[in-house]
């Protein structure tokens, strides 16, 4: 890796931190940097999984003030996601790795329809505040993280997003209390995936280490900053790399 490319990666980490951390998908922006800086993509889904985890720990403690009072939903949602990331990042190392190269443009062209969807999901989860109040969502919640957990074992991109309409559907919250929890569901998934990969998969070490440094600084960033950059620049940069991420894919 030239050290332009260090620097490309390193920058993705940092946007990816920044991003998931406000809303998710920055799986789209590391995911094609590292494609096009020459890892297969399987090795690259791995080790974005491990660079990431780091800098969805930043950006859960920087959401630390809106996880109080949340324990018991952490726990009840946080084991949904601890089974569904395993389950996810199990399929990835067992399936074949052609399987993978095939599904991943489907799952990005999903991840980018739900990035575009995403202000109509935030206006369905306003106008949903005005019903009652559900104190834990139900066994559909349980059941929707648990599939998100899966994909985002799997693969990832968007799982912020997924969850954020999930819980901003079935819970009446804060929104911002939500994407706390969102934060730390997602470090779950990551993080279980991430111990798998270490132990199973083949980790780009460079990679991984300079992805990592990035997103724990996009995660301060997120959290401080991020919720001031204009969403639609950030939906467009999204849809920008990941169509890129889908024409790579499908070219070769």
């Known amino acids: 890796m030239s050290p332009w490319e260090a620097f490309g990666v390193f920058a993705a980490g940092i946007g990816a931190g920044t991003i998931n951390t406000i809303v998710g998908s920055g799986t789209l922006l590391t995911f094609p940097v590292l494609l096009a800086v020459g890892l297969p993509p399987v090795t690259a889904n791995v080790s974005n999984t491990l660079g990431l985890v780091p800098g969805s720990i930043s950006g859960g403690y920087g959401y630390r003030r809106e996880l109080v009072g949340q324990r018991d939903r952490l726990l009840r949602l946080g084991t949904a996601s601890l089974l569904g990331g395993t389950l996810g990042a199990v399929l990835l190392l067992i399936l074949p790795a052609d399987a993978f190269q095939a599904i991943v443009p489907v799952l990005i062209g999903i991840a980018l329809l739900l990035v575009v969807l995403q202000p109509w999901l935030a206006r369905t989860v306003a106008a949903r505040?005005?019903?009652p109040v559900r104190a834990d969502g139900g066994v559909g919640l349980l059941l929707g993280v648990f599939a998100t957990g899966?994909?985002?074992?799997?693969?990832?991109?968007?799982?912020?997003?997924?969850?954020?309409?999930?819980?901003g559907l079935l819970l009446n919250d804060d929104l911002q209390r939500i994407n706390a929890t969102k934060n730390i569901l997602a470090t779950v998934v990551n993080g279980v995936a991430a111990i798998i990969f270490v132990i199973e998969a083949h980790i780009d070490w460079t990679a991984a280490l300079l992805i990592?440094?990035?997103?724990v600084i996009g995660g301060q960033i997120g959290s401080r900053v991020g919720r001031r950059l204009p969403p639609a620049v950030l939906r467009g940069l999204i849809v920008v790399v990941g169509l890129t991420a889908i024409a790579k894919l499908l070219i070769g």
Do not use: D, E, N, P
Request: proline content about 0%; glycine content about 32%.
């Open 129 to 131: 505040r005005t019903g």
């Open 150 to 167: 899966i994909y985002g074992g799997y693969f990832g991109a968007a799982q912020g997003v997924l969850l954020l309409g999930l819980m």
């Open 212 to 215: 990592a440094g990035g997103s």
